[in-house]
């Protein structure tokens, strides 16, 4: 079945710093990829999104490109804030299939220190 | 517009009680899911909904999870009776139907309940 790989946390920044979540995935079909972020007492939220190969999903400064070639979708961002410290969870979908099910990675504990 | 609600936000039971959960989706969703998160892992679907019928609970434990949906709004999951390893957060979802096998519909997730069993 379908599976999410992610970067094993806690990530510790400074504000400004760069980051790098890495996330990979295993599919039996073509799947859909997804970054899902959770703050503090908060329900999960769709991120980013990113639908076929080579697209780019970006939201909030945020960004991750489909590859397909190394079945990757990792994200980044540039310069992190402390308001950025949150889960952060990869997903997949089965885009052939109707049900619409998502695969989770255990999910990155980040933390920005101001 | 209102997201999707659950209650009770937190659950202390000792095992082989039962407890029940409770989710209203975000209104005009007909799809509802329920996950399970356990502490360090990532949502795994228990249960998906579509209107008041199931549609996938393949990874439901049966023997001591049910589910319902009746009108298709609300639902209900319940264990009954709990084990230890039932510990961690059981989310609900939302969507609305997925019309094209290559569409995809945003899930709205609610804040989850957060049981604990002694």
């Known amino acids: 079945g379908d599976s999410v790989t992610q970067m094993e946390g806690p990530v510790t920044l400074s504000e400004e710093a760069f980051l790098t979540i890495n996330c990979t995935y295993t599919?039996?079909?073509?799947?859909?990829l997804f970054w899902y972020v959770q703050y503090p007492g908060e329900g999960l939220q769709l991120l980013l999104k990113?639908?076929?190969?080579?697209d780019k999903g970006s939201n909030k400064g945020f960004e991750a490109t489909y590859r397909k070639e190394t079945t990757s979708f990792h994200l980044e961002k540039g310069s992190v804030q402390v308001s950025d410290s949150a889960v952060y969870f990869c997903?997949?979908?089965?885009?052939?299939?109707?049900?619409?099910?998502?695969?989770f990675g255990r999910g990155t504990q980040l933390t920005v220190w101001p | 517009e209102a997201g999707v609600a659950q209650s009770p936000r937190y659950k202390i039971i000792e095992k082989r009680q039962s407890v029940a959960f409770w989710c209203n989706p975000i209104?005009?969703?007909?799809?509802l899911y329920w996950y399970q998160q356990i502490l360090g892992q990532g949502p795994k679907l228990l249960i998906q909904?579509?209107?008041?019928?199931?549609?996938?609970d393949s990874q439901l434990p049966k023997d001591r999870f049910s589910a319902e949906r009746l009108k298709g709004v609300d639902s209900t999951l319940k264990i009954q009776p709990a084990k230890l390893e039932d510990s961690a957060v059981y989310l609900c979802?939302?969507?609305?139907?997925?019309?094209?096998?290559?569409?995809?519909?945003?899930?709205?997730f609610g804040p989850g309940t957060r049981l604990t069993v002694l």
């Open positions: 209104s005009g969703h007909a799809t």
């Open positions: 599919a039996t079909g073509y799947p859909s």
């Open positions: 990113a639908t076929k190969a080579d």
């Open positions: 997903a997949t979908a089965d885009r052939g299939s109707t049900l619409g099910r998502l695969y």
């Open positions: 909904f579509q209107n008041n019928g199931v549609v996938d």
């Open positions: 979802a939302s969507s609305l139907v997925r019309l094209e096998v290559y569409s995809y519909n945003e899930q709205f």
